[in-house]
């Protein structure tokens, strides 16, 4: 079965922080795609990353990184010098290559809150 | 600029009343989503087109249903809303679907309440 687990529910930091989210997936499949969203207030939910099963290369981009190990189901976003801007929540998420429709599964989110 | 469109941003209807939710794009992707997500919840997925086939998730109640009359819009109908249907109503497209899973854009979501 599929599972996504966002453990930390809530995340509160002072600006300048560094902040790690995490995230553990569960699933069968050796093609599977993993993603974050981003949520901010507003509620439309922002695309930030992409990922397949078969590049475990981390990726930076700007303040944002992640860090993907398959070896432990994870694949954990990292903010460097976090802005309040940054407050948000943030959606781990998973679909698998053959599963109908493009499913994606959701982690429960983590809401991050930076404070100035 | 291309994007994903949902009106209204907010929509109040009385318990029974139905409702309809619109969603439109210019991206011309083959395949739109709607989610639905409750406060403090994940975006649980409804249903989706690819192209003109409907494809329904199977816990999602008789009481949606969804049309697509072109490939830039897509409508939720609400037959007859209960307390319980208030929440977010998020629209997503992606490009296509069979061999991988493209990304999924959403649209800015519709806040329903329902009276």
């Known amino acids: 079965a599929q599972k996504v687990t966002q453990a930390q529910t809530e995340i509160s930091v002072v600006e300048k922080e560094d902040v790690t989210l995490d995230c553990v997936y569960e699933?069968?499949?050796?093609?599977?795609?993993l993603f974050w969203y981003k949520q901010p207030p507003s509620g439309e939910l922002v695309f930030l990353i992409r990922r397949n099963s078969f590049d475990e290369q981390n990726e930076i981009s700007g303040r944002y990184s992640w860090n993907f190990q398959k070896s432990t189901s994870s694949f954990n976003f990292t903010i460097t010098a976090s802005q309040v801007v940054d407050s948000a929540v943030y959606f781990c998420a998973l679909s698998e290559a053959y599963n109908q429709g493009g499913k994606l599964i959701f982690g429960q989110g983590t809401e991050l809150s930076v404070k100035p | 600029d291309a994007m994903v469109i949902q009106n209204p941003r907010y929509q109040v209807t009385q318990f029974g009343k139905p409702v309809t939710l619109s969603c439109s794009q210019t991206l011309n992707h083959n395949v739109m989503y709607w989610y639905q997500q409750k406060s403090s919840q994940a975006p649980k997925l409804l249903f989706h087109?690819?192209?003109?086939?409907?494809?329904n998730e199977a816990d999602t109640p008789d009481n949606f249903q969804s049309r697509r009359p072109n490939t830039s819009f897509c409508f939720l109908d609400i037959r007859s809303p209960s307390l319980g249907d208030a929440a977010m109503y998020l629209c997503a497209t992606s490009p296509r679907l069979a061999g991988g899973t493209d990304t999924q854009y959403f649209g800015p979501g519709t806040r329903l309440t329902v009276l």
């Open positions: 087109y690819y192209d003109k086939d409907f494809n």
């Open positions: 699933t069968r499949d050796t093609t599977y795609y």
